[in-house]
């Protein structure tokens, strides 16, 4: 058996990995990279494999292509929990940066220490020549406004409706 | 000559082309793409034919196996099950068919004697009122 060199497997992975997020959508999205991997590594055989992956087109298109065929639309759940991470991450990082801009402020002011309560969480900012931290607790409301904010960007990234819609 | 073909037509057809060069022989995927071409499908690519053999295979119609290559790694052989040759027999009824419908319509519609078909004139002396 010949063995691909390394340039080949860099392009032939490159294309599968940009097909295999393209074609995530088909319930079989596995099964397919498995069988382009060993198709377009067969078929470089004969004709080499930049023609072997060239003549699969655009990763995009040969993923519509095989969609088309399925007939239907199906949910999107991995660009969905991309989406969902990036919004979790995004409450985050404006929590940290509230945070550093209260800390900010309150060494402005001649230091010292500031006690909030927000959705339940009682937080307590100290910010001293010797001290700078916060402490803070967590509350029910504020899991469900993370668990909301996750399930709602979830369910439009994913066009988790798809998986009702007829066949 | 014209090599113009509209994607559209050839997608309605190729299944049906598939299913019967199968039926000549069985063929992996790049192989059978090169019959096609030297079908005269000359601008069939792997990248169009794929998702149809996919299809096709799980609607029943061609079945796979796994063949070892010496010279490289295994192929995966597709030949026409039961279903797909009925298929097949239906398609090409219905592409007969078809095909003798619009050579009907075109054939009615294409002038054979430049006298009995005249082209429309601009002349108002001829316009109806």
Redesign the interface.
């Known amino acids: 058996?010949?063995t691909l060199s390394l340039r080949d497997r860099l392009v032939r992975e490159a294309y599968l990995t940009r097909f295999s997020w393209a074609v995530q959508d088909h319930p079989q999205d596995r099964a397919?990279v498995r069988?382009?991997r060993?198709?377009v590594?067969?078929?470089?055989?004969?004709?080499g494999m930049r023609a072997?992956v060239a003549?699969?087109?655009h990763p995009r298109?040969?993923a519509e292509?095989?969609l088309?065929?399925?007939g239907r639309r199906t949910p999107r759940w991995a660009t969905g929990g991309v989406w969902a991470g990036l919004a979790v991450g995004a409450l985050v990082y404006l929590g940290f940066a509230y945070a550093l801009g209260t800390l900010d402020t309150l060494l402005d002011l001649g230091g010292g220490t500031l006690t909030r309560t927000t959705l339940g969480a009682t937080t307590e900012y100290t910010a001293t020549a010797d001290v700078l931290g916060v402490e803070t607790s967590v509350s029910w409301q504020w899991l469900v406004l993370g668990a909301g904010v996750f399930a709602v960007t979830f369910v439009l990234g994913s066009r988790a409706w798809r998986a009702w819609s007829p066949a | 000559m014209d090599d113009d073909r509209d994607p559209q037509l050839l997608k309605g057809v190729l299944p049906m082309l598939v299913l019967a060069t199968l039926g000549r022989g069985e063929s992996?995927?790049?192989e059978l793409?090169t019959r096609l071409q030297d079908a005269g499908l000359t601008d069939l690519?792997?990248?169009?034919l794929?998702?149809?053999l996919?299809?096709l295979e799980r609607e029943g119609r061609v079945s796979s196996r796994l063949v070892a290559?010496?010279?490289?790694?295994?192929?995966?052989y597709y030949v026409p099950t039961e279903a797909g040759t009925a298929e097949l027999a239906r398609a090409q009824r219905s592409w007969q068919r078809l095909a003798g419908t619009v050579a009907r319509v075109l054939d009615a519609g294409t002038p054979t004697d430049p006298g009995a078909a005249p082209a429309p004139t601009d002349d108002p002396s001829r316009r109806t009122r």
């Open positions: 058996m010949t397919l069988d382009v060993r198709e590594t067969a078929t470089a055989e004969e004709i072997a003549g699969l087109g298109v040969l292509g095989y088309a065929e399925l | 992996y995927g790049y793409v690519a792997a990248g169009t794929y998702p149809v996919n299809r290559s010496s010279a490289g790694p295994a192929r995966k």
